[in-house]
């Protein structure tokens, strides 16, 4: 079964920068659509970007459109989330996910799930 985990996450300052690495093991990456999402303290999970399985197609929610980057690499096993210009707002427990369909932001669409890592943006 195809098993995701994040890293990368800590304690930003405002306009600071993270980059959350999503890698699996025993399984390629690039068979998968991949997004990720977030979960901020008492709010519902959001999408906010996805990659396609080809590389192709990359989509992000308005509140970070510009901000942020997705991005596989070479080896099919990591997506990485370049994160820009960080704001309080942006704090929250970080997940990826996996589907085999189109990009979604849909938290029904993805089948697999990482464990999250916490982004937090603090001065």
């Known amino acids: 079964q195809l098993q995701l985990v994040e890293s990368g996450g800590g304690l930003v300052q405002p306009g600071g920068s993270l980059r959350l690495s999503c890698a699996s093991s025993?399984?390629?990456?690039?068979?998968?659509?991949i997004g990720w999402f977030r979960q901020a303290p008492g709010k519902e999970r959001e999408g906010i970007s996805c990659v396609s399985s080809s590389g192709g197609s990359t989509t992000f929610a308005n509140s970070v459109k510009g901000r942020f980057t997705i991005s596989r690499d070479n080896t099919g096993n990591t997506v990485y989330l370049q994160m820009n210009r960080l704001k309080p707002e942006d704090t929250a427990v970080y997940y990826c996910a996996a589907a085999s369909g189109y990009c979604s932001g849909s938290v029904s669409d993805y089948h697999y799930w990482g464990q999250g890592t916490q982004v937090t943006v603090s001065s």
């Open positions: 025993g399984f390629r990456l690039d068979y998968y659509t």
